[in-house]
């Protein structure tokens, strides 16, 4: 069956960086786009890109850029994506999830990653 | 501006039947994308509800159903139970934003 498998939950300062992984397993990892999506406590969901584990290409929400970056390890069927200056209102639970194509329905999520930012 | 708007909050009784609404614009729903709608339960990770604006996924009860007309799209749930006491979002791509946009989700409450 198809899993995502995030990380645990950080604890970050503000200004520093944060990475949250999500193992894929029970598909062809290379076949489907990941997206990553985060919810700050009691808000709504919010898109902040994707990467296509083939080709490695990514698109970052503008909000996101230039403080994004989402890899991946296609070895160990990982996907990766690293916050930098952490803000206060970064603090969210962040989601890697499955999509068959960029503009597609999410068909399977992980199940979240928890950053605090707190000083 | 590239929003989907949701109303914040809708309820019903047990049994009713209640509908959100999904509404967007030229760049996004008007624009052709389908809509999608996932369903949050606290503290669990969105579900895959609604994909392709009317279709279900395997295991989703027939009393959840879509529709989209123009720049708009609805969820319906007929038959109301306990369990369906969740947060709901509608989703669809941009092409102002190139990039995915949610509409800011419905809390359903089952009186």
Redesign the interface.
């Known amino acids: 069956q198809v899993q995502l498998v995030q990380s645990g939950a950080e604890v970050r300062k503000p200004g520093a960086s944060v990475m949250v992984s999500c193992k894929a397993s029970g598909y062809t990892f290379t076949d489907y786009y990941i ?1 990553w ?1 985060r919810q700050a406590p009691g808000q ?4 902040m ?2 990467s296509h584990p083939n080709s490695g290409g990514t ?1 970052y ?2 909000k996101f850029q230039g403080r994004v970056t989402m890899t991946r390890d296609t070895s160990v069927t990982t996907a990766y994506m690293e916050l930098s200056s952490l803000r206060s209102d970064d603090t969210a639970v962040y ?1 890697c999830a499955r999509a068959d194509y ?6 399977y ?4 990653t928890l950053v605090t930012v707190s000083s | 501006q590239s929003v989907l708007t949701q109303p914040p909050s809708v309820s019903g009784a047990p049994g009713q039947r209640v509908t959100i609404s999904c509404t967007g614009s030229s760049s996004n729903i008007g624009a052709g994308y389908d809509v999608h709608w996932y369903q949050q339960l606290p503290g669990t990770a969105p579900k895959l509800l609604i994909y392709g604006n009317t279709k279900r996924p395997s295991g989703v009860p027939d009393r959840f159903s879509g529709s989209k007309s123009g720049t708009s799209a609805s969820l319906a749930i007929t038959g109301l139970q306990a369990e369906d006491e969740a947060d709901y979002y509608c989703q669809s791509y941009d092409s102002s934003l190139t990039g995915l946009l949610f509409g800011g989700g419905t809390k359903l409450t089952v009186l």
């Open positions: 997206q999506v709504g969901l919010e898109w890109g994707w698109t929400a503008q989601y960029y503009g597609s329905e999410i068909d999520w992980g199940q979240g």
